[in-house]
């Protein structure tokens, strides 16, 4: 992609297009995003958004957010699909690349809720157009017009898409919003009874039916299947942790919005690990170990809506 210092002008001020791409790319990088729940395919996205966005007659532009919003769905939309036929040949469960986020991105409860990952695997069961216009309405906030421009339907049509939309991920989405403090208390809980080896501590802060999802991408060990249930997870936990030892250390971190750890094995990074929390008890664990998924723990990745 084009550095925006590679836009500036002669007294080294961006042009109103690189100013206007620069202002709002954080925002774009999430629409893309939360459409495709990887960062790098993201990125893709950004840099052909750029390439279309360079070429617009901008004295046509009444709204450069829009017309930015609506080039990233398009692009997001033909990647969608070729990831679709990509993740049939993938190796175990899939789970979304995470992200590391700003600790005040979990003041924003509806992004958080968004970007989570217990979300981003609902989002994951809807059609394509149907993902595009939920994340455009439900946590953008668009208009029917705007995004029908987007996906190249009526506002109508939206409007009905939209409705399918919320149904699938009401019957699927976590039951309820957790606030940050209880979900760092869950984790703490978590993180001190893993440590310390303290099984009825791990009992304890598991829901009965938590479940445990990892993803190697057939390049690292990893569970072949969901484990669901607070025993069989719990002897799933102390046997990997009996396997390892001392060798790991987990830093708490803020992962896709909410509190996750970053686990490492004698000091290298081996997977992050993200975490669902309901009634205060920890329902689901993620736990990303695939290599090319682990680009993104260095550093925060800037988001925003």
Known sequence: MR???EGMSEDRRPDPATEAFVVHRSLLFTVAYEMLGSAADAEDVLQETWMRWVGVDLDTVREPRAYLVRIT???ALTRLRTLGRRK??????????????APDVAEDVELADSLSMAMMLVLEMLAPTERAVFVL??????????IAEAVDKTPAAVRQIAHRARAHVAARRPRDVVSPAESRAALAAFQRAIETGDLQGLLDILA????????????RQAVPRPIVGVDKVARLLRAGL????????FEPVQVNGYPGLIMRLDGEVDGVLAVRVEGGLVSGLYYVRNPEKLSRVARETAVAR
């Open 208 to 219: 009965p039916d938590v479940v445990v999802m990892s993803d190697g991408g057939g390049v």
């Open 242 to 249: 009996e396997k390892v030892g001392d060798a790991v250390t």
């Open 3 to 5: 550095k925006a210092v």
């Open 73 to 75: 769905t398009r692009q």
């Open 137 to 146: 309405r439900e946590v953008f906030d668009l208009g029917y017009d705007e």
């Open 88 to 101: 049939e040949s993938y190796v175990g469960p899939w789970l979304p690349e995470p992200l590391l986020t």
